[in-house]
């Protein structure tokens, strides 16, 4: 699957544009769309120079493909519908993708929230999951609580709501 274009719109709403690299709520250099590392797998520095918006743009497109191949390998088989996978990859976009080998939940690939979603797609509880992942070093932060409901809503109804 690929992410739709009301998807991408979604995530981009919550990511905004940065041209100059700049330190997110988490402490961490971050340049473009929200991306924290450029496709070589280099991570941005804050003494980075400024990028453009047509390579921000691109470096965008490329991430987002990263990320829907990370989700379709996690989830192998289990079929989801399209409101599904974009609030799955709008939720790897922000909080990564987690495909290593220990069982920590640092994202997506060892979270409640996937066990769930391969178990049963349609699990009712699966919306609930979102909404643990709403802090960033440690604290709770209104913009990802609101992020996380979105993607509830995406997830669970197929409703988007962008970022004002």
Not at 23 to 33: F, L, Y
Not at 56 to 75: C, M, P, Q, R
Not at 121 to 142: R, Y
Request: aromatic share 10%; hydrophobic share 40%; net charge positive.
């Amino acid at each position: 699957m690929i992410t739709s274009t009301k998807g991408l719109q979604f995530i981009k709403s919550y990511e905004k544009c940065s041209l100059v690299p700049y330190m997110d709520s988490a402490g961490v250099a971050t340049i473009g769309w929200g991306n924290t590392f450029y496709p070589n797998g280099e991570k941005v520095k804050i003494t980075d120079s400024p990028i453009t918006q047509l390579y921000a743009d691109k470096l965008f497109s490329v991430i987002i493909a990263n990320f829907e191949n990370d989700v379709n390998f996690l989830l192998g088989k289990v079929v989801v519908n399209q409101n599904q996978y974009d609030a799955l990859i709008s939720f790897a976009y922000n909080v990564g993708s987690d495909i290593d080998k220990d069982t920590i939940a640092e994202g997506l690939g060892d979270s409640t929230l996937l066990k769930k979603v391969l178990k049963d797609p349609n699990d009712p509880t699966i919306k609930l999951e979102f909404a643990k992942w709403n802090k960033a070093g440690g604290k709770v932060l209104k913009g990802l609580t609101k992020r996380r409901a979105a993607e509830a809503n995406i997830y669970s109804k197929g409703i988007y709501v962008n970022h004002i």
